[in-house]
């Protein structure tokens, strides 16, 4: 069975500029998520949609950062304008439902210059 | 307040000497209790579920534990392979919401 796929793995980009990053979740899983995970610190979640839904987008800083699941499956995190304090690992994750395990994809590492 | 504390934050073993990190966690209503491994430039990899208290899973080198206010890893006679960032991950009650540590930065020196 495939995994979470995430692309790209690797982002540098200059502050004020935009980046966007793609997630595919394990076929047939309704829940999905997006962690920020700063080096040294635990996973932290920035949204979690369930289908095409949002469950929980409160600590996204909806000022700078978007996201969306079109048609329930594949997601993409947008950031603009980046600022230096966004390098971090962008890990998307998946589970079947909202109840059950989540497994996590390699993450895209960004930095801010 | 829902709080996950790993301790020790870094841990070095040489090989073959059995050591156990712990996950101390407060949360209103445990769903389960997770752990991950993490290596360097990966994503957290998906190792053990633990629902109750005197719960115990165990999988080659690692056998995890709980309580109901903390969870153990016990590696038993580590590898250099086993070298990686150990995360524990409690799941709330209503929510179903993760609540991650800041993990174990494990090195085991051959």
């Known amino acids: 069975e495939a995994g979470v796929a995430q692309s790209p793995r690797y982002k540098i980009i200059e502050k004020r500029q935009s980046v966007a990053f793609w997630c595919n979740p394990i076929s047939g899983h309704a829940t999905l998520y997006w962690y920020q995970q700063i080096l040294g610190q635990g996973p932290k979640l920035l949204i979690q949609?369930?289908?095409?839904?949002?469950?929980?987008d409160s600590q996204l800083p909806k000022d700078r950062f978007s996201a969306e699941r079109l048609k329930g499956v594949d997601s993409t995190l947008k950031i603009q304008p980046a600022k230096l304090e966004d390098s971090a690992v962008y890990l998307c994750?998946?589970?079947?439902?909202?109840?059950?395990?989540?497994?996590f994809g390699e993450g895209s590492w960004l930095t801010v210059v | 307040e829902d709080q996950v504390t790993q301790s020790p934050e870094a841990l070095r073993l040489q090989e073959g000497e059995s050591s156990s990190l712990n996950c101390s966690y407060t949360v209103s209503g445990l769903r389960g209790l997770f752990w991950y491994r993490q290596d360097p430039g990966k994503g957290p990899e998906f190792l053990f579920t633990?629902?109750?208290a005197g719960e115990e899973k165990e999988k080659e080198r690692l056998k995890a534990t709980l309580t109901k206010k903390e969870s153990f890893l016990h590696i038993t006679a580590p590898k250099p392979e086993d070298s990686a960032t150990y995360l524990c991950a409690v799941q709330a009650g209503g929510t179903y919401k993760y609540i991650f540590g800041t993990g174990t930065r494990l090195k085991v020196l051959a």
């Open positions: 633990l629902y109750s």
């Open positions: 994750a998946s589970s079947q439902d909202i109840r059950n395990t989540i497994y």
């Open positions: 949609f369930q289908n095409n839904g949002v469950v929980d």
